[in-house]
Nanobody, 126 residues
Framework: QVRLVESGGGLVQAGGSLRLSCAAS????????MGWFRQAPGKEREFVAA????????YYADSVKGRSTIARDNAKNTVHLQMNSLKAEDTAVYYC???????????????????WGQGTQVTVSS
């Protein structure tokens, strides 16, 4: 499995921005489609965004579409999630996840991602 470490979370006011980062190691990063998920207290983990192994394709949850951008740098083994116009309902622990590219694309299911980071807390104050 690829090892994933998230960073960049924190406390921000509503309307502000954050850039989350995920550093990968241990495997060939470009062999993986990457995703971001989040989990708020008392709720199930939910899909936020995903990007294909080469960065050519992305898709987003409706809740963040237009406010967030996922991008990757295969030379640096990193994936980022830029979040703008943050809302109180964006408060959650954000997780980076990896899915081997040969397994397919376009999934929003946590069960389809085999490697996970430890998460980074994002708190949006209203």
């Amino acid at each position: 499995q690829v090892r994933l470490v998230e960073s960049g979370g924190g406390l921000v006011q509503a309307g502000g921005s954050l850039r989350l980062s995920c550093a990968a190691s241990g495997r060939t990063f470009s062999n993986y489609n990457m995703g971001w998920f989040r989990q708020a207290p008392g709720k199930e983990r939910e899909f936020v965004a995903a990007i294909s192994w080469n960065g050519d394709s992305t898709y987003y949850a409706d809740s963040v579409k237009g406010r967030s951008t996922i991008a990757r740098d295969n030379a640096k083994n990193t994936v980022h999630l830029q979040m703008n116009s943050l809302k109180a309902e964006d408060t959650a622990v954000y997780y980076c996840a990896a899915r081997e590219a040969y397994l397919g694309w376009a999934t929003r299911s946590t069960a389809d991602f085999g490697s996970w980071g430890q998460g980074t807390q994002v708190t949006v104050s209203s």
